[in-house]
Structure formats: C-alpha cells, structure tokens
C-alpha cells in the first residue's frame, strides 16, 4: 500500500475528516483481552473509584491508537505514518450505561516537511475536555 494523499494536494491547515469513536465498558474489555492489559481501572468501578479515579477509564494506549485512526483512514495506508505521539493529558471516563463515552478526534496538517512528508496535529476530546496533548504524526504521502 501507499499513501493516496499527494503531497502536492496538501497545505499548511488542510483539514483531516473529523471521526467520533465510542469506547464502552465492552470495548475496554476486548481490548484489555488483545493488549494483554488488565489493570482493574479499566473494568473494575470500585477499584477505580478507590484509587481517586472518577470511574473507569479508557486505556491510553487505546485512545492514543483511534485518535491516529484519524490520520490512518485519511491517508489510506497506516504505514505511511512514520512517527507519532502523544501526551496524556485527561483519562477517557467510561460510564457504565448503554452509552460509554465518546472520543472526538479531528486533525489538520500543521507543518510540509521535506521528502513528501507533513506533520499532523491531532485534537481528541471527551466529554468537551482535551485528552490527548501534543498529538502529532508525521506522514510520508504520495
């Protein structure tokens, strides 16, 4: 695969295609069940809620992965992202209710690097508060 966004089609500010991702207290289990990461904050309220958590809260590393799905699904080729990272900066509060929480995530090409790549800086909420900082990907495009 490669990347179908050219970098000649691309400037400072292009919008990326904003997605919404829900997490349930399901959601959380499956992926405790793939990552191999079963710390009780993530499923257990009481536990949660005795270490001074308001809740049970999403994985980090699961909310790092679907905000980048932004990035991911833009370019059609997750292996044109070449670098990315974030900082954690509010956990994702996951209700236990029919509904879960919704991770907002939307993204906008914020530096043209050299060799066809870019920097994309990425915004994911919940619950109107910011709970990734300083999420960024560097991309290789077409």
Avoid: C
């Avoid at 939307?106 to 109107?128: E, H, I, P, Q, Y």
Wanted: charged share 20%; net charge negative; no cysteine.
């Amino acid at each position: 695969m490669a990347a179908k966004i050219k970098y000649a089609d691309v400037e400072v500010g292009t919008e990326l295609p904003a997605q919404s991702f829900p997490v349930t207290r399901a959601t959380l289990v499956q992926y405790a069940g793939a990552s191999g990461d079963f710390n009780p904050i993530h499923w257990n309220e009481k536990f949660a809620v005795e270490v001074g958590l308001p809740d049970v809260i999403a994985h980090g590393m699961f909310t790092m992965a679907e905000a980048v799905r932004v990035v991911t699904d833009w370019l059609g080729d997750p292996g044109a992202v070449v670098e990315y990272g974030v900082r954690f900066t509010k956990p994702v509060v996951v209700p236990n209710d029919d509904e879960g929480a919704l991770v907002e995530v939307s993204g906008k090409v914020a530096v043209l690097l050299d060799d066809n790549r870019v920097r994309v800086d990425l915004v994911a909420t919940s619950a109107g508060q910011k709970v990734l900082g300083m999420s960024r990907a560097v991309v290789q495009l077409a």
